[in-house]
């Protein structure tokens, strides 16, 4: 059975603390987040929440025409834009290798574009199609991102859609790794987007688990401390570049990162309430993926939403695997929950810091909940750190578990 080596050899995304390396670890440093107070949310009759992490300057180039954008709504807008810088980053960009067949796409979001499901939801309302045409069903489809990606750049490999809500952008890592490791692609972009909408922000209203602290955005979301009153919503896109070690090498690509193991699972008990043991089963699985020992970890990049249930089972069965030891953070207390983006974004985070040694801290983590287990939590000005392999993980609605091992990679 193959068993080929995979890296990363181009990044690149759109967040609500920036839209480049620079930029957001900028904003990691000074421990400024990306909440706002967004006043047009007043309008929602219920709606208690009115925070959200925005995406801003967010533009495109003029090749970006009427034409080919308009199966795009903005989630599928900043997936393309990501997916493209980051080919640019990684030197694919117009290479023979993207529509050779021997390139894929894996991607996801946790649905398309929501004014496109609201057009929908306008004629089954109002009994008339109204404006509705072809292209609304193409931005509003559950793999929006994953096919207009594939045809934005006319790739003709694997097209895998990764549409698992919270785990999108890590699954998409993972199942890319997978095709490239078991010989079915030699390249693969791979990540998660989504875009701001307030129905999002009302599905965590619905379950309570949504921070009110409509007054203070730079002081919510609070991942594992003791004050938290709930997430925060945001929107992003993160592409990351994978390649068969080989072919990376025989180009001279600039390598990044190594995946060095990927697991995935299901609770199989509730749609909506996390479960400890399997998340520990998760992280398991893709250490022995790996071949590593939980003692050869040096960081975790936590999923860490700040709600009561999540982060509390999650803490524990961190503990489980890993003990209290390794330096643990969660990068949603800078960018809020960016849903199908936060995978692929914590990733490039996470292996952005790897390769500079430095670590950002928990934000707005004043006093840990003393009912979630004792972990390394980051805190203060963030941590030097000599790591030469990290884990990434991420839970979704649905009971869905990632998680990811890389490598440093020391050319």
Request: proline share 4%.
């Amino acid at each position: 059975m193959l068993n080929r080596r995979v890296v990363v050899t181009g990044m690149a995304g759109f967040s609500p603390i920036g839209n480049d390396w620079d930029g957001i670890r900028a904003r990691l440093m000074a421990r400024h987040s990306g909440i706002k107070y967004l006043p047009e949310w007043e309008k929602y009759n219920g709606l208690l929440t009115k925070l959200g992490g925005p995406v801003e300057n967010f533009t495109l180039p003029g090749h970006y025409n009427r034409k080919n954008t308009r199966s795009m709504g903005r989630v599928s807008l900043m997936a393309t834009r990501a997916t493209e810088l980051a080919m640019t980053d990684a030197g694919l960009l117009g290479d023979p290798v993207i529509s050779g067949g021997r390139t894929g796409v894996a991607y996801g979001s946790s649905v398309g574009s929501t004014s496109a499901v609201a057009e929908f939801g306008k004629m089954l309302i109002n009994q008339d199609i109204g404006t509705l045409n072809a292209t609304t069903y193409l931005k509003m489809m559950g793999h929006t991102t994953t096919a207009n990606i594939a045809v934005f750049f006319q790739v003709r490999g694997r097209v895998i859609p990764s549409v698992s809500a919270c785990t999108s952008g890590s699954q998409g890592i993972g199942f890319a790794y997978e095709a490239i490791k078991f010989g079915q692609q030699d390249v693969m972009l791979a990540g998660g987007a989504e875009e701001l909408c307030p129905t999002m922000a009302a599905l965590f209203d619905a379950l309570y688990a949504a921070s009110t602290r409509n007054d203070a955005p730079e002081l919510t979301p609070r991942p594992f401390d003791r004050d938290r009153d709930g997430l925060v919503i945001g929107e992003g896109a993160c592409t990351l570049v994978l390649e068969e070690l080989e072919h990376a090498l025989a180009r001279g690509a600039n390598i990044y990162a190594e995946v060095a193991g990927f697991a995935t699972n299901a609770d199989g008990a509730h749609v909506t309430q996390p479960n400890a043991d399997t998340m520990q089963v998760v992280m398991r699985m893709a250490l022995r993926d790996a071949g590593l020992e939980p003692g050869q970890i040096a960081y975790i990049s936590a999923h860490g939403t700040a709600t009561e249930q999540g982060d509390i089972a999650e803490s524990h069965a961190t503990h489980v695997v890993f003990g209290s030891k390794t330096p643990v953070s969660s990068l949603k207390g800078y960018t809020g929950h960016t849903l199908g983006a936060c995978g692929a974004l914590e990733a490039m985070v996470a292996i952005q810091m790897m390769r500079e040694g430095w670590f950002h801290p928990n934000i707005n983590l004043d006093h840990v909940d003393p009912r979630c287990a004792e972990l390394d939590y980051i805190t203060g000005d963030g941590r030097r750190l000599d790591a030469e392999t990290i884990v990434s993980n991420n839970f979704a609605f649905g009971g869905i578990n990632t998680s990811l091992v890389f490598r440093r990679w020391d050319a």
